[in-house]
């Protein structure tokens, strides 16, 4: 089984090459209004349409769940290599949930989360681990959206 996320980008040159670095891998297709890219790990059929349409949608955030906190900080530190700003939560109490987190944002405003879960903390009171918490948004990017996994 392999998860499909199909995107509208405003410009499917500029995905492509945000999705190269964030992925580590080549587009399997790639045309002048489209994208294709085949993921092995994890198994994912990702696709970009090029039209025009509204930053940020109704999406709130994608994200890449991983086994260990060590693959979060390889997957963050890949990132930066290739020169994608990230954003960490480490030990952050988010959706009754303890986990580590690294995010990037792609061209057109998608939040992507690469996260692992620590620990359940279902006991806490709801003000102390509410569900979709404002996310600190990377340097320069003004945002005050909620985020939950």
Known sequence: MKTHISLNVSNVE???????????????KAKADYAKFDVANP?????MNQV???????????GLQVETTEEVL???KRWQENGLI???????????AL??????EDPDGNRWEVFVVLGDTTEKDIA????????????GIQRNTKSCS
């Open 86 to 96: 990230t954003l960490d939560e480490m030990k952050t109490d988010c959706c009754y």
């Open 74 to 76: 390889e997957m963050g």
């Open 128 to 139: 102390e681990s509410a569900c979709c918490a404002t996310v600190a948004a990377p340097i």
């Open 52 to 62: 025009n349409f509204e930053r940020g949608g109704s999406l709130s955030h994608l």
């Open 14 to 28: 500029n995905s492509i090459e945000f999705y190269k670095k964030m992925l580590g891998v080549e587009p399997l």
């Open 99 to 104: 986990q580590d987190k690294t995010w990037v």
């Open 43 to 47: 198994p994912l059929n990702l696709t």
